[in-house]
């Protein structure tokens, strides 16, 4: 049995569902929201937060999601896909829906996005920080700068 379209969500739904219920946990106002990040260099007001849970202003840059992350205290991945598990669209067309835990897994490296090209599972494991691989406990490739600790 297939989901529904209307119960896919995409990524600015979740952002902006996530904003406003980050947002209402902190007691803000849009208008304390918009100070938080205006303070930070996002000129945001209490318009713009209003347009943008309200679906009226589309999207957010890269900078207005991190300052986002930063000002209601979370992880950037945690704006962008939801907590729960449930039909969630990568990109507005042409991909299929994915299970939102399988994307939360991709957005923070730790598996390729389901039905994504075998080969370029050798790349996505391949584009991860040495110091991130030395973390999980595995074999740091060769030719991958890794720091040197002074552990004494």
Do not use: C
């Not at 303070?39 to 202003?57: C, I, M, P, Q, T």
């Amino acid at each position: 049995m297939s989901t529904p379209t209307e119960d896919i969500k995409g990524v600015m739904d979740v952002v902006r569902a996530r904003v406003k219920e980050l947002r209402g946990r902190k007691g803000w106002s849009g208008a304390e929201l918009g100070a938080q990040l205006d303070a930070l260099g996002v000129s945001w007001n209490r318009s713009v937060v209003a347009n943008f849970e309200s679906g009226r202003r589309p999207a957010v840059s890269v900078q207005e999601l991190l300052a986002l992350a930063l000002v209601l205290d979370v992880a950037p991945v945690n704006l962008l896909v939801p907590l729960d598990s449930m039909p969630y669209r990568v990109t507005l067309k042409n991909t299929e829906p994915q299970d939102s835990v399988a994307v939360w897994r991709w957005m923070k490296g730790e598996q390729p996005l389901p039905g994504t090209a075998t080969a370029s599972a050798r790349t996505f494991y391949a584009e991860v920080p040495a110091a991130e691989i030395e973390r999980r406990g595995h074999v740091v490739p060769l030719g991958t700068a890794v720091e040197e600790r002074d552990d004494g």
